[in-house]
């Protein structure tokens, strides 16, 4: 079966870095997705690992461990505009994403 | 090059109607893939398309349809609504059945009463 996890809610500080991890068990792993979605918008794609290891893009990076079905968003240099949900998805098999219920991250002064 | 659209943005509905709602794929993308998302949650899977045929479903009842156009656009259809259908549902397109990044709408805010 699928069964996504993540922290429901995270605060951390402007500026400061941000870890939300996000652990997963499944069969027919076929990669792991992360999604921005700010309240009532749509999610946006931030970052895709289907091997091991770290994938940074910018202020966001996004490591992978299949081994241990974990990954991690890291955030640095945070800033007010992050404050948003994140939603970790698995992909098994070549097409169906199944999403966790998403980490709501408030980012304070 | 336009993003992913849907149509309508917001809707309300009673108990037992009948609902479709609309997306345009990102200019060529091939695969439209539907989601529902209740408040609170992640969204879920319902169906995707892929060149006109339906390549995947969720757990969902058969009163979820779909349909795939030739220029790619697709619909989602609900019969029966029930109060628990209330939800965003959004649509991503993407290329070759999503097998990279999915790009998601705007979403059609629906709700049942």
């Known amino acids: 079966g699928q069964n996504i996890d993540q922290p429901t809610e995270m605060t951390a500080t402007e500026g400061a870095i941000v870890q939300i991890n996000c652990t997963y068990q499944t069969s027919g792993f076929n990669g792991l997705f992360w999604y921005q979605q700010h309240a009532g918008e749509a999610p946006t794609f931030l970052s895709y690992?289907?091997?091991?290891g770290l994938e940074e893009k910018g202020r966001f990076s996004s490591f992978l461990s299949r081994s241990k079905g974990y990954s991690y968003l890291l955030l640095k240099e945070l800033q007010m505009k992050d404050s948003a949900s994140y939603l970790c998805?698995?992909?098994?098999?070549?097409?169906?994403?199944?999403f966790g219920k998403g980490t709501k991250l408030s980012v304070i002064p | 090059e336009t993003g992913v659209t849907q149509s309508p943005t917001h809707l309300i509905k009673t108990r037992g109607q009948q609902v479709t709602l609309r997306c345009s794929s990102q200019?060529?993308?091939?695969?439209v893939s539907w989601y529902q998302q209740a408040l609170g949650q992640g969204p879920q899977f319902i169906f995707q398309?892929?060149?006109?045929?339906?390549?995947g479903r969720g757990n969902f009842p058969p009163r979820f349809s779909g349909l795939q156009f030739p220029n790619y656009s697709s619909e989602l259809n609900v019969n029966a609504l029930e109060l628990d259908d209330s939800a965003l549902y959004l649509c991503?397109?993407?290329?070759?059945?999503?097998?990279?990044?999915?790009?998601f709408g705007p979403g059609t805010r629906l709700t049942v009463l």
């Open positions: 398309y892929y060149r006109e045929e339906e390549n």
């Open positions: 991503a397109s993407g290329w070759d059945r999503g097998l990279d990044e999915q790009f």
């Open positions: 998805a698995e992909r098994a098999g070549s097409y169906q994403l199944t």
């Open positions: 200019s060529g993308h091939n695969t």
């Open positions: 690992n289907v091997l091991d």
